[in-house]
């Protein structure tokens, strides 16, 4: 499901990194890939200062990005995408969210996050595909037919 331009989406960095590479041991790899950049390439997009922390420290680790790499794709997110900052708030509600869903820590960072930057889809491979939080966020798993 992509959502249309009247909505916002929050994407996990998991979705970004199919994004940028490819699992050659993962016979779907070429087709999540197009996933991921269909839905990574769209409009209205929300990302969190974590999901970009995230995705640069895996480009690096895994994919061997070099400095001028993840500048180009900090500065690409910056345009594309309004950011939200893990702020003091963020933790605090985070907390909260936490104890009502039974996320992990990081997991509710990104879901707070989310919701404060008025997003109404998250997409992640992570978590509970399906799950509505606070009535107003959905988590969906754009590879869930794929399994």
């Known amino acids: 499901m992509i959502v249309g331009n009247n909505q916002y989406c929050c994407i996990d960095s998991n979705i970004w990194l ?3 590479i490819i699992n050659p041991n993962n016979a779907n790899a070429q087709t999540k890939q197009q996933i ?12 969190s200062t974590q999901i970009i ?3 640069c420290v895996n480009l ?4 061997k990005f070099n400095n ?5 794709l900090i500065q690409e997110f910056n345009q594309g995408c309004e950011i939200i900052p893990v702020s003091f708030e963020t933790i605090e509600y985070a907390g ?3 104890d009502k ?10 879901v707070a996050s989310a919701i404060l930057g008025k997003a109404n889809i998250l997409y992640s491979e992570d978590m509970q595909d399906g799950l509505i939080i606070e009535n107003t966020l959905q988590i969906i798993n754009p590879f869930r037919d794929l399994k």
Request: a positive charge; zero cysteines.
């Open 18 to 20: 199919y994004r940028f």
């Open 36 to 47: 991921a950049i269909n839905i990574t390439s769209q409009d209205n997009l929300v990302i």
């Open 53 to 55: 922390n995230e995705v």
């Open 60 to 63: 690096i680790r895994k994919a």
């Open 68 to 72: 001028s790499q993840i500048q180009s």
């Open 96 to 98: 909260k969210l936490r």
């Open 101 to 110: 869903y039974l996320l992990s820590f990081w997991d509710s960072l990104i």
